[in-house]
């Protein structure tokens, strides 16, 4: 069982391959906020509407000086495709054997159509510069959510400041 991530607390540590097979890590993203976004399937319609709104929103998410990082169980020539599509101007990473997805706690028991099976329940998590977990955002309802994130990074960024100001000499 994974331990419960809760706001303030270390996010957990990732190596995945992105959609050219070189491997990210969040060891590799010190300095940076990071959008860490899990969702179900490349391609299918929720997840193109989520993954257009971050498209859509990137250059207020580079000025919080944040990368987005989408996470799913599809594999790098799905990937590869699912940004050509759309012109998705980030990383997507491809979680095959699920651990980050577990360590995530969004590997969960799904139903549809009364058909009980294991996904990704669609979940965000900010993590500021320092690595620790700004904001979790579960069973995320696609319409909003990309505000939702933002308001997260520019709290996460002035509190960041804040910090500094105060430990200024």
């Known amino acids: 069982m994974s331990k419960e991530l809760i706001v303030g607390k270390k996010a957990p540590e990732f190596s995945l391959p992105d959609q050219d097979g ?18 179900p399937k490349d391609d ?25 990082l989408g996470v799913s169980f599809d594999g790098q020539a799905s990937h590869q495709k699912f940004i050509a599509k759309y012109s998705l101007p980030f990383t997507l990473l491809s979680d095959l054997e699920k651990e980050v997805a577990t360590a995530y706690d969004v590997y969960k028991e799904k139903s549809m159509y009364g058909r009980k099976y294991m996904g990704i329940e669609r979940s965000t998590f900010v993590i500021d510069a320092a690595g620790k977990l700004k904001a979790i955002f579960r069973k995320v309802k696609v319409d909003g959510h990309v505000d939702e994130v933002l308001d997260a990074l520019r709290a996460a960024r002035e509190a960041e400041q804040l910090e500094d100001l105060e430990s200024a000499p």
């Open 22 to 39: 070189e491997i990210v890590t969040l060891k590799s993203l010190k300095g940076k906020q990071v959008v860490l976004y899990f969702y």
């Open 44 to 68: 299918t319609s929720g997840c193109t509407k989520e993954s257009c709104g971050f498209r859509d929103a990137m250059a207020s998410i580079k000025k919080a000086d944040a990368v987005v």
